[in-house]
T-cell receptor
Framework: AQSVAQPEDQVNVAEGNPLTVKCTYS??????LFWYVQYPNRGLQFLLK??????LVKGSYGFEAEFNKSQTSFHLKKPSALVSDSALYFC??????????????FGQGTELSVKP | DGGITQSPKYLFRKEGQNVTLSCEQN?????MYWYRQDPGQGLRLIYY???????QKGDIAEGYSVSREKKESFPLTVTSAQKNPTAFYLC?????????????FGPGTRLTVL
């Protein structure tokens, strides 16, 4: 079964410092990986995805993620955190078996708090 | 939140009542999904639809029902059989089932049972 784990419930970072939000995955085929961000009482916003190609993926709002096949990880990174980055972040893997509708399997989320 | 609208934003239900959550998209997407979000549990799939007049159960379909009579609409009914319906409900859509297509999410409906 495909699964995603986000080992940290919360990450605290000072503004201006680099941030990393961790994600590991388990899939039976090729991984199709996504990061989403959620602000309070809002829907999820797409940040970036890895399908194939370069291991370093660049996305919205200055975020990037590094795909590491040997470590089965897809960590989200940003060189310099902003207070406005404070939100709930979800890693997800797309179920590649078409008869399951292409659903996303989500991690439990990581709360990012950036302090001034 | 793109071209997906959900209504209402907040919904209160009494015990034994059925309620319907609306989801509309103007993105011309083929596939639509309903997820339930509970604190600390991520999102879980309730139902999905790949085309009009077809839908499939997800991981937690018990106590829920859906319809897909139009491409742009995918309403979710929370029935009285759902024992713990208080949650945040998110609707999503994607252009096709190709794995490289991301899903777009609506703003959500927060359902509270009184």
């Amino acid at each position: 079964a495909q699964s995603v784990a986000q080992p940290e419930d919360q990450v605290n970072v000072a503004e201006g410092n680099p941030l990393t939000v961790k994600c590991t995955y388990s899939v039976s085929g090729n991984p199709y990986l996504f990061w989403y961000v959620q602000y309070p009482n809002r829907g999820l916003q797409f940040l970036l995805k890895y399908i194939t190609g370069d291991n370093l993926v660049k996305g919205s709002y200055g975020f990037e993620a590094e795909f590491n096949k040997s470590q089965t990880s897809f960590h989200l990174k940003k060189p310099s955190a902003l207070v406005s980055d404070s939100a709930l972040y979800f890693c997800a893997v797309r179920d590649w078996i078409y008869n399951q509708g292409g659903k996303l399997i989500f991690g439990q989320g990581t709360e990012l708090s950036v302090k001034p | 939140d793109g071209g997906i609208t959900q209504s209402p934003k907040y919904l209160f239900r009494k015990e034994g009542q059925n309620v319907t959550l609306s989801c509309e998209q103007n993105l011309n997407h083929d596939a639509m999904y309903w997820y339930r979000q509970d604190p600390g549990q991520g999102l879980r799939l309730i139902y999905y639809s790949q085309i009009v007049n077809d839908f499939q159960k997800g991981d937690i379909a018990e106590g829920y029902s859906v319809s897909r009579e139009k491409k742009e609409s995918f309403p979710l009914t929370v029935t009285s059989a759902q024992k713990n319906p208080t949650a945040f409900y998110l609707c999503a859509s994607t252009k096709t089932l190709q794995v490289n297509n991301e899903q777009f999410f609506g703003p959500g409906t927060r359902l509270t049972v009184l």
